[in-house]
């Protein structure tokens, strides 16, 4: 053939067909694992309060929610806060966060589909801007760390980036095979597909944390509404 490219057989076909492909999932932990949204509004409105705001429904919420999180608040308050005022709706967030997310579970179907990629032969890790002294353990008691290659949290300042967390991310998991072009991170946040396309790797968003659909579908990747949903779309981005 003029292109120097010879016709595959139908058995190399198959065997392409029934290889699987070694995609590797990195899965954020806040509002996608963990079904924490109900924390995450409890804190937020504990924090606003400290200076006079309404409380936020989820819907008020996840249309104004936008990372870095001080421009959350600027959305609010019409300007950025001081770093005083910062200071303060960090700390009252955390404190009441930390404080009910012990109670939150894990979201609908992910113990079973952390064990089944994993049954699979395939690799998951966990990346997540939660503190790690903090995420770690959670993670544990929830029995579900065995799955993962790596769980790594923040260990810097809280509007550490997502982008350069996960560069960090990858870096340590080079040793493992895993590449980026064969990486699928499922989030629910554009932040995650900002990060996912930094390091040359691929992004499924899902409509269960703190954006709501419109603002995911700004992205331009696969938005869905189920982990089930997402996993399978991981798979096809893969093939």
Known sequence: MTDGHRPKSPKNRENRKNRKNPVHIVWDWNGTLLHDIDAVITATNASFAEFGFAPLTLERYRELYVVPVPKF??????????????????????????????????????R?????????????????????????????????????????????????????????????????????????????????????????ARAVLYTGGSHSRTSLESAGVPVVDTLAEAVRTARELAE
Do not use: C, N
Request: aromatic letters at 6%.
């Open 73 to 110: 608040y600027e959305r609010l308050m019409g300007r950025l806060p001081t770093e005083a005022e910062w200071e303060v709706m960090d700390a009252t967030f955390h404190r009441h966060y930390w404080a009910a997310a012990e109670d939150a579970g894990l979201t609908a179907g992910a």
């Open 112 to 200: 079973e589909l952390l064990r089944d990629w994993q049954a699979d032969g395939l690799t998951q890790s966990l990346l997540s801007l939660a503190p790690h002294d903090r995420l770690v353990p959670l993670v544990h008691a929830h029995g579900i760390d065995r799955h993962f290659l790596r769980v790594d949290g923040r260990t810097g300042p809280s509007h550490t980036s997502k982008a350069g967390h996960l560069v960090r991310h990858m870096q340590a998991l080079e040793h493992s095979g895993v590449t980026a072009e064969a990486t699928v991170l499922i989030g629910d946040a554009v932040d995650d597909a900002l990060a996912a396309a930094h390091v040359g």
